[in-house]
């Protein structure tokens, strides 16, 4: 989706510059208009200028925003003025692009900017859930629980996102050490015991001849193999980039064998804990789902939740929408129906978020647990056929020569 560089005027009077992703110019001054925002300029945002902003990747890193809005939150909490907070936190960075950025914020705020705007002011460099969460936070005077609440938000989306990768190191090692062990064994083992093998006569068995004729095609046809594989790389690229493709994977990978449910499950934890901490600082629920929806990371969820978006537009209740859906499990829809009847959504959600932080838990535990022997007996069983394969000739050449 193209993007849109923007200059706006808001309600106290102060100019505003972003960028935002729209279908067209008129859709995004729509948009800018249903805010409360006078728009001053809005231009197209060309490939050349993405390129070279903040070292062509914007993002602040997920374990900087959540210790920087625990620290911030702190400080707030203390007694501790905004902007004698941001110099602190700034003099004490040790990231230097992440550095650079909370430099900029901290002499926005005191040429008199809010908070929210000098983070938006940042080139996305901070997620839009937390721009509108400390805008909120801002106009309620409740800076430093919003700010405690988003620390909070990033901390456990830390916590799952490294279970993830710890839980998958194992088995990704364990695959890169079969796949090695089996690239030296065919190119510089094999062809030794090839020779032999020629120079015998001998008849050799089946898989010894399958063997040979992988060895083969690996060592005489290797950049035929490299070049397969980089067009599948460029296939499959290209496939995601396109939103058709991106969005039939994205649904996939909730229903894939294995992983499918963990993948369910995770999400259902980001909507429910990022939909729970953006109502409990004030942010309306159209908007809410708005930014949720970017957060899952999925697009299929995305346009699935815009949908229901539109729904709750027509005065169809959250709830029903959601289950129409069919996109989460029961259990989160009938939660969600229990909070909007009780007018305790928000806690709702955010107990509903706990236990599937648990849950999301057991299942990485358990998915981990049925990896570790399927690799192991792969290892076996591929090591094993080449060994076997080298073996079984040589005990008929040896019987050959004792006859």
Known sequence: MPEFRYSVVDSKGQTLDG?????????????????????????????????????????????ELSVFCRQFSTMLISGISVIKSLDILYNQAENSPFKSVLKKVYESV?????????????????????????????????????????????????????????????PVILGVLTVSVVIILMVFVLPVFINMFKTSGAELPIPTKIL????????????????????????CMNVLKNKNG?????????????????????????????????????????????????????????????????????????SSSIKKADIFPVMLTSMMLIGEESGTLEEVLQKTAVLY???????????VGMLEPIMIIFMAVVVGFIVISIIVPMFGMMNAVGA
């Not at 690996?218 to 594989?229: D, F, K, M």
């Not at 932080?357 to 998915?367: N, Y």
Request: glycine share 4%; aromatic share 8%; net charge positive.
């Open 357 to 367: 932080d648990e849950e999301s838990d057991a299942a990485i535990s358990k998915m």
């Open 110 to 170: 005191q040429r008199g900017q809010s908070l929210s705007s000098s983070f938006a002011s940042q080139n996305h460099a901070f997620p839009e859930m937390m721009i509108n969460m400390v805008e909120a936070g801002e106009a309620s005077g409740t800076l430093d629980r919003v700010m405690e609440r988003l620390a909070d938000h990033f901390e456990k989306s830390l916590k799952t996102n490294n279970k993830i990768k710890n839980a998958m190191t194992y």
């Open 246 to 318: 991106r969005l039939k994977w994205d649904q996939f990978k909730t229903k894939m064998p294995l992983f499918g449910k963990l993948n369910l499950i995770i999400v259902s934890s980001r909507f429910a804990r990022t939909l729970s901490t953006m109502l409990q600082s004030g942010i309306p629920l159209l908007k809410s789902l708005e930014i949720t929806a970017k957060v899952l990371n999925n697009k299929f969820y995305e346009e699935c939740i815009n949908m229901i978006s539109e729904d709750i537009r027509k005065g169809i209740p959250m």
């Open 19 to 63: 960028v935002m992703e729209a279908e067209s110019q008129e859709i995004c001054r729509k948009i800018i208009s249903q805010r409360g925002l006078y728009c001053l300029s809005i231009s197209p945002v060309s490939l050349a200028s993405r390129s070279i902003s903040f070292g062509g990747k914007s993002k602040v890193k997920l374990k």
């Open 212 to 235: 040979i004729a992988v060895s083969n095609s690996i060592t005489g046809y290797w950049y035929i193999y490299l070049v397969v594989i980089c067009i599948i790389a460029l296939v």
